[in-house]
Nanobody
């Protein structure tokens, strides 16, 4: 079992920055990759960024150059640094873990609101 707790969301003006955190506990040695996803009202949940156990990263085109995903293995925490935020980045942001046995775990989400 893996447990995820996201934090760091909030209200920010366009052009501002936020850093989201995803604290992971439980069977952390079984983790293959961790990702951030987001879901805006009335929209489907979409991939934002992922990072593998080997440190490889992947980003949605809409956030490339503005968002950075990173991990601190000592703290079992994954971060999403979000810069140059836009109103269209407004969404609930979720952390998702993929284990080596292909099981998925989701966090509860954290709200990010970007005002224009």
């Amino acid at each position: 079992q893996v447990q995820l707790v996201e934090s760091g969301g909030g209200l920010v003006q366009a052009g501002g920055s936020l850093r989201l955190s995803c604290a992971v506990s439980g069977s952390t040695r079984s983790i293959n990759a961790i990702g951030w996803y987001r879901q805006a009202p009335g929209e489907q949940r979409e991939l934002v960024a992922t990072i593998t156990s080997g440190g490889n990263t992947n980003y949605a085109d809409s956030v490339k150059g503005r968002f950075t995903i990173s991990r601190d293995n000592a703290k079992n925490t994954v971060y999403l640094q979000m810069n140059s935020l836009k109103p269209e980045d407004t969404a609930v942001y979720y952390c998702k873990v993929l284990t080596i046995s292909n099981r998925y775990y989701w966090g509860q989400g954290t709200q990010v609101t970007v005002s224009s």
